[in-house]
Each structure stands twice: as C-alpha cells, then as structure tokens.
C-alpha cells in the first residue's frame, strides 16, 4: 500500500509563504501525475496545480504567478512553494499522486494552510 504524507502547512499572515512538501512511502513504481488540491470549509476539493512525470506543470487561475509546483522523481516528492498568500488560500492542502501500472490515485492526509490578515 503506497502511503502519502504532506507537511509544511501552518499559519501566515497574509503577503507570506509557505512551503508545502509530499513524499511517497516508495519509489518502487512509477509516478505518473502528482497535484495539490485544497478543500477549504463548506466548499468542495479544487485543483491547485500538477505537476506531470514530463515535468510538464499545470496550474489552476489562482496560483499563476505566486505558485510553483515541482517534483524530484528520485525522492518520490512533490512541492508546492507558495508566495504571495491571500486569506482565500487558507484551505486543507491534499497531495495527489497517480501510482504504478495501470495507475492507481492516491491521496495524503492533507494539511492544513492558514492565511491570516
């Protein structure tokens, strides 16, 4: 059973940063697609951003330009550098990763991103 684990999350003031980190409990498989989603209260989960096992990075309209996701497929780890922080971020921030063959989601515990003004 392929475990994810998140950490970083915590609270910031707003205009701050944080830095949000998953690993995977193997590298033994292949990772396809990793991505961060985020739930915050009373609303369902959202896309944040993916990254591709290309490198390819997609993300959603919120977290162009103060977002940047990346991954080391050596270390089976996913990163989400945020910048800029607005109270809207606050949300539980999941880790999502597409493992072996065919491939399997896969889903963190989540943790939790608060932004205060």
């Known amino acids: 059973q392929v475990q994810l684990v998140e950490s970083g999350g915590g609270l910031v003031q707003t205009g701050g940063s944080l830095r949000l980190s998953c690993v995977a409990s193997t590298t033994k498989f292949h990772i396809g697609t990793m991505g961060w989603y985020r739930q915050a209260p009373g609303k369902q989960r959202e896309f944040v951003a993916s990254?591709?096992?290309?490198?390819?990075?997609v993300y959603d309209e919120s977290a162009k330009g103060r977002f940047t996701v990346s991954r080391d497929d050596a270390k089976g780890t996913l990163s989400l550098q945020m910048d800029s922080l607005r109270s809207e971020d606050t949300a539980v921030y999941y880790c999502?990763?597409?493992?072996?063959?065919?491939?399997?989601?896969?889903w963190g515990q989540g943790t939790q991103v608060t932004v205060s003004s």
């Open positions: 999502n990763a597409f493992i072996g063959s065919p491939p399997l989601s896969y």
């Open positions: 990254v591709l096992s290309g490198g390819n990075a």
